[in-house]
């Protein structure tokens, strides 16, 4: 597959895409003399968003990029060189600059496929490498990942509420910023999204483009009637009208005689599009209008503020949209803006070269962490449904003897009792060296889609099973009272 064209978007090298504190712990990592020294991070999040039991995890292909072009040019380490203490001095070491400009990223990771469902506090993408190289991922990686996780699970549910009928991403305006619209659109399309209006997502990922016209179109002319005359001019076959300029309803019946106008030069009108009014009753009447009208086939597009609440609430109301364009509610992921990813690190290795395991400790349960550098183990049933999932530390030479396990909910005691399963997490990188095959944007689609299927009924019963292995729990409990 074609980059996913990150570096098209952004100056190449990405070093400074991170916080001022990564960099300073990056080069007390470096005078401490642990340029070498391996750390072990994970990358989850602590709470869904939206009222889901999960997230669907998005951005791998972009921070696969991210990984493959990180460098600090001459540039950049003449910025930061620019930049003094509290003294006065200069913050970093020449030193140290020089070796952030020789730089090879040398760090495996492994993650989920995007796509992929993943439940609290599973790692959705583990680094594992040189504690400098892993520290200055963290920044990146997390906006990569917490928005594109976000913006694709949103959409997910205004897919699932749409029930089967198309949804076009339509937020770029709405945005926070070219870069955040590009990448929901993106993001959006995995979630299940059919098309965007975001001309230049679509050149980047080959994501189709739709849209129509907007008011400003329709008030460049004195009759509304000349304006979709125009229209139909100059687009014959893909003439969809937006028709509540005025009167949505005498905008209608111009559009049918406008489209009757084409049908006798041997094209068809497309469809109208409402953006404004009671979509519901509007749409129940302009149905039965164009279907008395001979036009069955021109499709209703509905838009203005829409989100998977308001396209549930129109379709128990017997609106016959057929095509949803969806905006600032999806691109911003309006009701909850932020996703809690977090970026931890789990182990360290010592100077014998074996693993010490790390975990945090909070006064807050929730920010606790786990250690070890973990692998997700889905079970299954008989039937191909998922049973629960298993954490334990890919470090294991042997990991066929899982169970027994504990909840991560409680600690009691957990059994999956079935012998199916299937790891999460694929290699993506190995010492720097990507060894993972990227799918294409609409293969990714397809299996975020497959993904989620048997997971739909799981808003009945949302404690989904997640665990440890009981050598990973004794383990954090064996920190927990070490540090407690």
Excluded at 355 to 363: F, I, T
Excluded at 429 to 443: C, D, H, I, Q, W
Aim: hydrophobic content about 40%; charged content about 25%.
């Amino acid at each position: 597959m074609a980059s996913s064209h990150l570096d098209h978007v952004y100056a190449s090298g990405f070093g400074l895409f991170t916080d001022l504190y990564q960099l300073t712990m990056a080069q007390a990592y470096w005078k401490k003399g642990w340029y070498n020294r391996k750390g072990v991070f994970q990358l989850y999040y602590r709470e869904p968003p939206f009222g889901e039991p999960y997230v669907i995890a998005a951005g791998l292909d972009l921070a696969v990029d991210l990984i493959r072009a990180y460098t600090f040019s001459e540039e950049a380490a003449r910025y930061l060189g620019s930049l003094r203490g509290a003294t006065g001095a200069p913050l970093f070491e020449l030193s140290f600059l020089n070796y952030l400009q020789r730089l090879q990223m040398q760090c495996d990771v492994d993650a989920v496929p995007e796509g992929t469902v993943v439940f609290p506090n599973e790692p959705l993408l583990r680094v594992e490498g040189p504690l400098p190289q892993a520290q200055l991922l963290e920044t990146a990686l997390l906006s990569i990942i917490n928005f594109s996780s976000l913006i694709a699970t949103k959409a997910a549910r205004v897919v699932r509420a749409a029930r089967g009928d198309s949804v076009l991403e339509f937020g770029f305006r709405r945005a926070q910023g070219l870069d955040g619209a590009i990448t929901a659109a993106r993001a959006a399309f995995v979630g299940g999204c059919h098309a965007t209006s975001n001309v230049i997502a679509g050149q980047l990922y080959d994501i189709p483009v739709r849209g129509t016209h907007a008011h400003s179109w329709i008030m460049c002319f004195e009759e509304e009637i000349e304006a979709f005359r125009a229209y139909a001019e100059a687009f014959p076959d893909d003439s969809v009208f937006l028709v509540d300029t005025y009167d949505s309803l005498d905008g209608v019946r111009k559009a049918i005689q406008v489209g009757r106008e084409l049908r006798e030069r041997g094209h068809e009108m497309r469809g109208i599009r409402l953006d404004s009014g009671d979509l519901a009753e509007l749409s129940i009447r302009a149905r039965a209008m164009l279907d008395e009208a001979g036009f069955p086939d021109a499709a209703i597009v509905a838009s203005n503020s829409l989100d998977e609440y308001a396209i549930q609430e129109l379709k128990s109301k017997g609106a016959p949209i057929a095509i949803w364009g969806v905006g600032t509610k999806l691109t911003t992921a309006f009701d909850q803006p932020a996703l809690g990813g977090v970026y931890k690190l789990s182990a360290i290795q010592k100077d014998n070269g074996s693993w010490a395991y790390r975990a945090k400790l909070s006064e807050q349960a929730v920010k606790s962490s786990n250690p070890g550098a973990q692998q997700i183990r889905r079970y299954w049933n008989a039937e191909g449904q998922p049973v629960g999932d298993l954490l334990f530390n890919a470090h294991r030479t042997d990991p066929t003897d899982l169970p027994p396990a504990r909840s991560l909910r409680n600690g009691e005691q957990l059994n999956l009792q079935t012998d199916r399963h299937t790891d999460l997490h694929r290699p993506i990188f190995r010492k720097g060296e990507l060894v993972y095959e990227r799918p294409s944007l609409r293969a990714i689609q397809a299996y975020c889609r497959d993904q989620q299927r048997p997971f739909q009924d799981l808003k009945m019963n949302p404690a989904f099973p997640v665990g440890l292995t009981e050598d990973l729990y004794q383990l954090k409990t064996a920190i927990q009272a070490e540090l407690g």
